[in-house]
């Protein structure tokens, strides 16, 4: 096998109100560098990569091995050397980013030629919801759904922002924010929440990014129960708009937040929430317009 590298980008879901359905890839990347061996070996040279476990039930690994057998191929053990520059469990889809590194390292070592809805479609099954998968996959803005166990996509236009993302030192996992929503919502919540998310892909489709980002700030699916975890959300949210943000959310599951900004504006809010958050990681990061790459 002649050595290859993936390349993955981070994402952020749910843009607000596009609850399991929004995502944006972000210029923050997961590399792994792939060649042959008699067994699996994983090297890794970087603080955002999880404890490591045996290589076999590695996440990568895993999702690598499920994509093969989904296809009744044989997958060969490789030598993994693995490099992020995404953190776990704070909201920017590093679990997604991990399991497209699995399905890109299957596709090429057993000659799949998978196309990215098929990547998406095992993706999604894998992770249980499509919206990091989708732009980890197709990169920029993608719109998706399981609907009727297959997923669904639409891909808009990359939009032309910047985000500043504020990124507290402690994790929250997916499972333990999702915990917080309520099991059921009333017909009037659900026609509200949902109005405000179509007004929010329309705007977006438009690039009307002042009326995206109002949207972004009403959600009434998840934002109102998880805020209260998060202990800067009203200063973050404050200082965003008075530097000029058209909108500030919560990244994913949190607990990071993101900025949409116009061009040129991220810098001076990434050093005013880093003077104020001195423990919080502040980056002004573009939207990633490619998704995988594997060379
Ligand atoms: N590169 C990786 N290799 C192996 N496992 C990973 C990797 N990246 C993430 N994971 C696993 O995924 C977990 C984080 O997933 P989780 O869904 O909680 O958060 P997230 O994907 O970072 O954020 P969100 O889904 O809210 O955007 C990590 O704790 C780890 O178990
Ligand atoms: N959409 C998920 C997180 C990212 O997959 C949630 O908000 O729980």
Redo the contacts with the bound molecule.
């Keep these: 096998m002649t050595p290859f590298r993936i390349v993955v980008p981070a994402?952020?879901?749910n843009l607000g109100p596009g609850f399991d359905s929004l995502g944006l890839a972000l210029s923050l990347y997961?590399t792994v560098d792939v060649s042959a061996s008699d067994a699996w070996e994983i090297e890794q040279h970087s603080a955002y990569?999880?404890e490591q476990v045996d290589a076999y039930d590695?996440?990568?690994v895993s999702a690598a091995r499920e994509t093969a057998a989904h296809w009744h191929e044989q997958l060969p053990p490789c030598h993994l050397s693995?490099q992020?520059d995404?953190?776990?469990?704070?909201?920017?889809?590093?679990?997604?980013?991990?399991i497209v590194?699995g399905i890109e390292l299957a596709d090429r070592v057993c000659c799949l030629s998978l196309t990215a809805d098929e990547k998406l479609q095992l993706g999604a099954s894998i992770e249980g919801h499509p919206d990091?998968i989708a732009p980890a996959v197709m990169g920029g803005l993608v719109i998706s759904a399981a609907a009727d166990g297959v997923a669904e996509r639409v891909l808009l236009p990359v939009p032309d922002v910047e985000t500043v993302l504020a990124i507290p030192g402690e994790?929250l996992?997916?499972?333990a924010?999702r915990d917080v929503l309520p099991a059921v919502y009333t017909r009037e919540q659900a026609a509200s929440a949902s109005a405000i998310s179509n007004v929010l892909v329309a705007a977006l489709a438009a690039g009307d990014y002042a009326r995206a980002g109002r949207m972004m700030e009403q959600d009434l699916f998840h934002e109102p129960y998880r805020q209260a975890m998060l202990p800067h959300y009203e200063t973050i949210r404050s200082e965003a708009g008075a530097h000029g943000a058209y909108g500030t959310v919560i990244?994913?599951?949190?607990p990071a937040m993101i900025s949409f900004l116009p061009e040129g504006k991220g810098d001076s809010l990434v050093s005013r929430l880093q003077d104020r958050l001195p423990d919080y990681q502040v980056m002004r990061l573009k939207p990633d317009p490619n998704g995988v790459l594997s060379s």
Excluded: F
């Excluded at 995404?86 to 991990?98: E, N, Q």
């Design positions: 994402s952020s879901a997961l990569l999880p590695h996440l990568i693995m992020s995404i953190p776990l469990a704070r909201g920017l889809g590093s679990s997604a980013s991990a590194a990091n994790a996992t997916t499972e924010a990244s994913g599951a949190g």
